[in-house]
């Protein structure tokens, strides 16, 4: 009870302080924004997949990427928790530290929900139209590719003592998982390697499958995607939290 | 016994942080740890906290053992830390109410006890502004509220003070003093100022490279090394006739000021100028803890600049 208390505090703090950063709240929206208008706006004017407009049909990636980047950097934020003295008061809480580690990640996961629900209630500007089911199975992604990431940057972020590796997260892992998504083109046709590597990325499912459940575009049954992107989730978990439990 | 520690080490390589500590601290004392920055004083009150493992030997707060129940060991305790560590976007309020869920504070009498706390350190009237807007002496009196709400045995302050001007450190030392009595708590307070140890606790540990070198009440502390001191610039100082006075125990030479520890000052300060040579200053005091620590260790505990912490928490946002 008293965990479930603590778990419920962790949370409520990062989503008030997310409510009150109203600054972060309009980047983080800007930014796919500017990804749909200039670039799917742009490259959209010569060319289109499967019958759908450019723009629509890189929505769910751009919805992928706001979640990505934002859940990541959530995550190694910890970085900086540690750094200046408030995570201590939350260390010395008499909290397990799978509590506080579920606690950071549903705070993102929360974010994540919200920030791309603006721009779900945008999508219909760029030629996007809903069923409910489609708004069911993409928040399921959002909050498979939220969780997954930010156990990542958690765990990533447990480990540094400093930003100075950011830069390094940026290009090797951010960048890469972001581009061979499929986010950005359908992935039947691409050259053999890519295709290999691209079959390798986590979120190359979660795309295919909110692609799928809005524009019936997708790779790979639906339920294949999400199953995949589950597993990677729980072992990223799993990840997150025997990190949680070692760092001092 | 509220607090016994036995053989307490905490080793990083081959640095020895804190080296065989024994200590045992009654219930409702104000214990001090004092000593320079880097005696170890932090990384002992770490331990007692469970934020760090011991490499040697054990200690129990309230009965429970650091190394076995860190989980009761922390609902027995409550801790104010060195730098800022409340939430500045939240309201102190707020912050107070998320310290209850992690604590497990009962709904029942949540709202109350953080009206109580609030109204110890003086904060109602600005409970519900951001902790952005507060002042650093605020800040410090909201985490005291915050360290002492969930009714702990034990509060652990680390340098509650560090930062402060002279005024609001004063204030605060009135309120930890309140505190402990109201609330009949038991109190360990780090620190390298020797007035707030000698203020505020009613024992004091002097701290020195990891290790205890001396431990009792300030008043006993400074008696030790004799119940006065004249401190005289002189020229050309006659050092071996004082040392041969029966009534002395100690002289020292510091950048031409001769310090006589003795007893009685007062009874004898004509017989020593006398014979010390003539004196273009003089002064006669009781001994402080700095002096104790002089002795002890032939070195001074220096005062940190404000500005090294104040730098430190600039640049963090508060988060």
């Excluded at chain 2, 070198?213 to 004249?230: H, Y």
């Excluded at chain 2, 002064?283 to 002089?294: A, G, H, I, S």
Aim: proline share 4%.
């Amino acid at each position: 009870m008293s965990e479930l208390l603590g778990l419920y505090a962790l949370w409520y703090r990062e989503v008030k302080v997310f409510f009150r950063e109203r600054s972060r709240i309009v980047s983080s929206v800007v930014n796919p924004l500017i990804w749909l208008i200039a670039f799917g706006g742009g490259l959209g004017a010569s060319i289109s997949f499967g019958g759908a407009d450019y723009q629509s049909f890189i929505f769910p990636g751009v919805i992928m990427m706001t979640t990505l980047f934002s859940s990541i950097f959530f995550g190694m934020y910890i970085v900086w928790d540690k750094k200046i003295d408030f995570f201590k008061e939350v260390l010395v809480a008499p909290l397990s530290r799978t509590t506080l580690f579920a606690g950071k990640m549903l705070g993102g996961c929360t974010d994540a929900l919200i920030q791309s629900a603006i721009l779900i209630a945008l999508g219909p500007l760029f030629g996007v139209s809903y069923t409910l089911f489609g708004l069911g199975i993409i928040a399921v992604f959002i909050v498979l590719i939220a969780a997954g990431a930010t156990s990542l940057g958690l765990a990533i972020g447990a480990q540094m003592s400093s930003f100075e590796g950011f830069g390094l997260i940026q290009s090797f892992v951010v960048m890469p998982l972001f581009f061979l998504s499929g986010a950005l083109y359908p992935i039947d046709s691409l050259p053999l390697w890519l295709k290999g590597i691209t079959y390798l990325n986590p979120l190359t499912y979660a795309v295919d499958g909110m692609r799928g459940a809005l524009l019936n575009l997708n790779a790979f049954p639906i339920i294949f995607d999400v199953g995949v992107a589950a597993a990677f989730v729980a072992v990223l978990v799993a990840i997150g939290t025997i990190a949680f439990q070692r760092m001092n | 016994m509220m607090i016994r520690a036995h053989g307490l080490t905490k080793t990083y390589r081959s640095l020895k942080a804190v080296d065989q500590v024994d200590l045992e601290i009654e219930e409702g004392e104000i214990f001090g740890l004092l000593g320079p920055n880097g005696a170890g004083k932090t990384t002992l009150l770490s331990m007692f906290a469970t934020l760090l493992r011991p490499t040697e030997g054990e200690a129990t707060l309230n009965g429970f053992s650091i190394t076995k129940q860190p989980g009761s060991v922390r609902k027995s305790i409550g801790m104010v830390f060195q730098a800022p560590s409340s939430d500045d976007i939240l309201t102190g309020r707020e912050n107070l109410y998320l310290h209850a869920l992690m604590y497990g504070v009962p709904k029942e009498g949540r709202r109350r006890r953080i009206d109580e706390v609030l109204e110890l350190v003086d904060l109602q009237e600005r409970a519900s502004d951001k902790v952005k807007t507060y002042s650093g002496g605020m800040r410090r009196r909201l985490e005291l509220a915050r360290g002492l709400l969930h009714k702990p045995k034990i509060l652990l302050l680390d340098e509650p003070t560090l930062g402060l001007d002279p005024q609001t450190r004063e204030h605060i030392w009135g309120y930890i003093e309140g505190l402990a009595k109201r609330e009949k708590v038991t109190v360990i307070i780090t620190t390298h100022y020797m007035e707030e140890a000698d203020a505020l606790c009613d024992r004091v540990a002097i701290i020195d490279h990891g290790r205890i070198i001396a431990l009792d009440s300030p008043a006993s502390l400074k008696m030790k090394i004799g119940n006065s001191m004249i401190i005289a610039k002189v020229k050309e100082p006659r050092l071996e006739s004082i040392r041969r006075l029966p009534y002395v125990s100690r002289v020292d030479v510091n950048d031409g000021n001769v310090s006589i520890v003795l007893s009685d000052a007062g009874a004898h300060i004509q017989e020593i100028l006398g014979l010390l040579g003539e004196a273009t200053h003089v002064e006669l005091r009781e001994p402080t803890l700095n002096d104790v620590f002089l002795q002890l260790t032939g070195k001074e505990i220096r005062a940190e600049s404000a500005e090294g912490w104040a730098e430190k928490f600039v640049m963090g946002d508060g988060r």
